[in-house]
T-cell receptor, first 116, second 114 residues
Framework: QQQVKQSPQSLIVQKGGISIINCAYE??????FPWYQQFPGKGPALLIA?????SEKKEGRFTISFNKSAKQFSLHIMDSQPGDSATYFC???????????????FGPGTSLSVIP | NAGVTQTPKFQVLKTGQSMTLQCAQD?????MYWYRQDPGMGLRLIYY???????DKGEVPNGYNVSRLNKREFSLRLESAAPSQTSVYFC?????????????FGPGTRLTVL
């Protein structure tokens, strides 16, 4: 029930196209859903995040769509660029009101390649 | 600010050897974490430290030990390395500031156990 599923495992998109990565979860207690971006040889870095009280969040070319009833969320990258080529991890956590940290469950990752 | 630093970047061990992975952060964060990353598995939490002087097991703690040396440093030790511990290890840190805490990751240590 703590798992976060992610698809596809890898994705190849033409420059200028839309990249879509899908995630699903089971635990309805999750209340924070970040996406991390990881370039080769680097550590993951927070890209964008959403809480379940909104259905969509947009930051520049990156949009998270959230479907609470289906327990699914997705990342859309508009006008994909070669510089977006990276591994993307969706994640879920339960925001703790007492602990000093939030335990994060990561999806398995999607390797995105944007070709010119 | 260097953020989160990890040493070494690469390491090759033989089965049964021991080693310590070092991690330091200069962001004055209270919480620190060790993850391992394996293909198709995402990042799995090995150990975490909510504050200086405290450590707790994560999802996959077997075969590892940790030390929170001070607020800045959090080390991960493999006492008797096994091939199953071949992985990329990431250290991270975070600080609660009233909302969801963002974890900041180091560049990773790529470990191969032969």
């Amino acid at each position: 029930q703590q798992q976060v599923k992610q698809s596809p495992q890898s994705l190849i998109v033409q420059k200028g196209g839309i990249s879509i990565i899908n995630c699903a979860y089971e635990n309805t207690a999750f209340d924070y859903f970040p996406w991390y971006q990881q370039f080769p040889g680097k550590g993951p870095a927070l890209l964008i995040a959403i809480r379940p009280d909104v259905s969509e969040k947009k930051e520049g070319r990156f949009t998270i769509s959230f479907n609470k009833s289906a327990k699914q969320f997705s990342l859309h990258i508009m006008d994909s660029q070669p510089g977006d080529s990276a591994t993307y991890f969706c994640a879920a956590s339960i925001l703790s009101r007492t602990a000093s940290y939030d335990k994060v469950i990561f999806g398995p990752g999607t390797s995105l390649s944007v070709i010119p | 600010n260097a953020g989160v630093t990890q040493t070494p970047k690469f390491q090759v061990l033989k089965t049964g050897q021991s080693m310590t992975l070092q991690c330091a952060q200069d962001m004055n964060h209270n919480s620190m974490y060790w993850y391992r990353q394996d293909p198709g598995m995402g990042l799995r939490l090995i150990y975490y430290s909510a504050s200086e002087g405290t450590t707790d097991k994560g999802e996959v703690p077997n075969g590892y030990n940790v030390s929170r040396l001070n607020k800045r440093e959090f080390s991960l030790r493999l006492e008797s390395a096994a091939p199953s511990q071949t992985s990329v290890y990431f250290c991270a840190s975070s600080e609660r500031t009233g909302g969801p805490d963002t974890q900041y990751f180091g560049p990773g240590t790529r470990l191969t156990v032969l």
